[in-house]
């Protein structure tokens, strides 16, 4: 009987030790639990940022879009600029060469009343 007594009492410290630690472990998990809300709002605020930017990024597509079309616009302006600036150039060429051309036919024609001007003279100091 004092063996059983003895044994009772043994059993009895086993689940005293045994219910100290799960009380350590009802702490430990309890600690536990507290962390894992923590992270699961460091998630959300994590989750909440991420949208933020999602949103900033399509933002700046659009914007980078609407200035690639403008850039592509500008471009295309540009090139009709260009063209309509190198016309003129080619038209104010072909009037310069025309102007150039009737200068010369002008000289030719100064030169050739000059000869007959002193031709004529020439010929009325003969006369005389």
Same mark, same amino acid.
């Given at each position: 009987m004092?063996q059983?007594?003895k044994?009772v ?14 009380g ?7 600690s536990?639990k507290?962390?894992?809300?923590s992270l699961?709002?460091?998630v959300?605020f994590i989750?909440?940022?991420?949208? *933020?930017?999602q ?11 609407s200035?690639q ?6 471009k295309e ?5 260009f ?10 060429n072909?009037?310069?060469?025309n102007?150039?051309r009737?200068?010369?036919n002008q000289?030719e024609?100064i030169d050739?009343?000059?000869?007959? *001007?002193i031709?004529l003279?020439?010929?009325?100091k003969?006369v005389?």
């Amino acid at each position: 009987m004092s063996q059983i007594l003895k044994e009772v009492q043994s059993l009895g410290v086993e689940v005293g030790s045994i219910k100290e630690n799960v009380g350590s472990l009802q702490e430990e998990v309890g600690s536990i639990k507290k962390d894992v809300g923590s992270l699961h709002e460091e998630v959300g605020f994590i989750k909440k940022d991420v949208g *933020s930017l999602q949103d900033e990024v399509g933002s700046i597509k659009k914007n980078v879009g609407s200035l690639q079309e403008e850039v592509a616009s500008m471009k295309e302006e540009n090139e009709k600029r260009f063209n309509q600036l190198e016309q003129s150039v080619r038209e104010v060429n072909e009037t310069v060469k025309n102007i150039e051309r009737k200068q010369e036919n002008q000289e030719e024609v100064i030169d050739l009343l000059s000869r007959r *001007s002193i031709e004529l003279e020439v010929g009325l100091k003969k006369v005389r």
